[in-house]
C-alpha cells in the first residue's frame, strides 16, 4: 500500500478503495467559532471531509484556516482551499506548515473568483503564483521538507494536495493534457464542476484511464441538489462546464415540489457515481448553502 502522504481519513479511505462523500461550507461572516459550527456542525458524521472555500465570490469571510481549524478541533476533517488572489507566497507557505498544526490535512489549490465579480472591487489582486505554482510549493514543502529557498522544515507537512476539474464530453483527440500537468505540479486528488449525465462521466472516466490518469490521482464528482428547472437553466448559461441535461430539467419542470426532486435526482448521481470505474467519490455543493445539503441527508441515505 502507498505510506500515506497525511494524517487524514479521506485520504486512507481513498487509497483503501473507499467512495467518499464531501460537502463544501463557506465561512460565515462572524467572529465565533460557533457560528462555524452552526453552519457546518451537523456534517459531522455524514461526510468524510468537509472542504472549507477560501474568499468565494471574492468577498471577505472568516479566515478559512481559522474556519478549518475549528471543524478540525470539533471532529469535522477539512480540506482547506487556496487561492492565488489574496495572498502572495510566503503567506501561502506560512499557511502551508500552520494547516497540518492545526489538524487539517487536506488542502485544494485553486485561482479563486475575480476581485471584480466581489462586493469590494477596488481591492488589489494578488496572484504572486499561479494554482499550478500552488501545486507545486505544497508538494515540495511535503516531499523535501524545506521552503524553496531551501530552508529547513521540521517536521515537514503532512498534506494530501488537492485540484479543480471540469469533465467533459470526450472529443475523438481529446488528451488529459492539464490533469497530467496537474498532477505532475502535485495533485493527488481532483474535486471537479458540477456533473449531472452519468453517460458523459462514464466516458470521460473512461478515457482518463485510458491513458492511465486515473492511476495518479483520485477523482471526487462534484454533485449538487438543484433547486428547480429555473436554477437548472441558470447553472447551465453561468456556470463553466456544468450542463443539466434537458431531461432531467423537463423533471424537475413536472414535480410538484421541484426542490424534493432535486434532491432525488442528487441522490440518484451519487448512487450511480459509485458504479463508475475511476471515480473515488462525490463532493455535494449547494448553491443553497448547508442547509440544503443536510436536507439531502435527511432525506436519503448517502453511504460512503
Same mark, same amino acid.
Given at each position: 500500500m502507498t505510506a500515506l502522504k497525511s494524517n487524514g481519513q479521506l485520504e @486512507? $479511505?481513498?487509497? @483503501?478503495?473507499? =467512495?467518499?462523500?464531501?460537502?463544501?461550507m463557506t465561512p460565515p461572516d462572524a467572529a465565533s467559532a460557533e457560528a462555524v459550527l452552526a453552519k457546518a456542525g451537523a456534517l459531522k458524521g455524514l461526510v468524510d471531509a468537509c472542504n472549507?472555500?477560501?474568499?468565494?465570490?471574492? $468577498?471577505?469571510?472568516m479566515a478559512p484556516l481559522a474556519a478549518a481549524a475549528i471543524l478540525a478541533r470539533h471532529g469535522i476533517e477539512p480540506i482547506l482551499q487556496f487561492t492565488v488572489r489574496d495572498r502572495n507566497r510566503l503567506a501561502i507557505q506560512a499557511d502551508y506548515i500552520g494547516a497540518p498544526a492545526l489538524g487539517i490535512p487536506n488542502?485544494? +489549490?485553486l485561482h479563486g473568483d475575480s476581485i471584480e465579480k466581489g462586493d469590494q472591487p477596488d481591492a488589489k489582486s494578488v496572484v504572486d503564483l499561479d494554482s499550478r505554482g500552488l501545486l507545486s510549493t505544497a508538494r515540495s514543502m511535503r516531499d523535501?521538507?524545506? =521552503?524553496?529557498?531551501?530552508? $529547513?522544515?521540521e517536521p515537514a507537512p503532512k498534506l494530501f494536495i488537492g485540484a479543480a476539474d471540469a469533465p467533459q464530453d470526450p472529443k475523438p483527440d481529446f488528451e488529459p493534457k492539464g490533469l497530467a500537468g496537474k498532477i505532475e505540479a502535485g495533485a493527488d486528488f481532483f474535486q471537479t464542476q458540477f456533473v449531472y449525465d452519468l453517460e458523459m462521466v462514464k466516458r470521460y472516466m @473512461?478515457?482518463?484511464?485510458? =491513458?492511465?490518469?486515473?492511476? $495518479?490521482a483520485f477523482f471526487i464528482m462534484g454533485v449538487g441538489p438543484l433547486a428547480s428547472a429555473k436554477s437548472a437553466r441558470w447553472m447551465n448559461a453561468n456556470l463553466f462546464g456544468v450542463n443539466v441535461p434537458e431531461a432531467t430539467i423537463a423533471r424537475l419542470e413536472a414535480a410538484e415540489d421541484q426542490a424534493k426532486e432535486g434532491?432525488?435526482? +442528487?441522490?440518484? &448521481? &451519487?448512487?450511480?457515481?459509485?458504479e463508475i470505474k475511476g471515480v473515488g467519490g462525490a463532493h455535494i455543493m449547494a448553491p443553497q448553502g448547508e442547509k440544503a445539503i443536510l436536507a439531502l441527508f435527511g432525506e436519503h441515505r448517502l453511504v460512503s
Open positions: @486512507a $479511505k481513498l487509497r @483503501a478503495g473507499q =467512495f467518499v462523500l464531501t460537502a463544501e472549507v472555500t477560501d474568499g468565494a465570490g471574492a $468577498k471577505a469571510h488542502i485544494l +489549490c523535501t521538507g524545506a =521552503f524553496p529557498s531551501g530552508r $529547513k522544515i @473512461a478515457r482518463l484511464t485510458d =491513458f492511465g490518469v486515473t492511476e $495518479k434532491r432525488k435526482i +442528487c441522490a440518484e &448521481i &451519487i448512487q450511480g457515481l459509485k
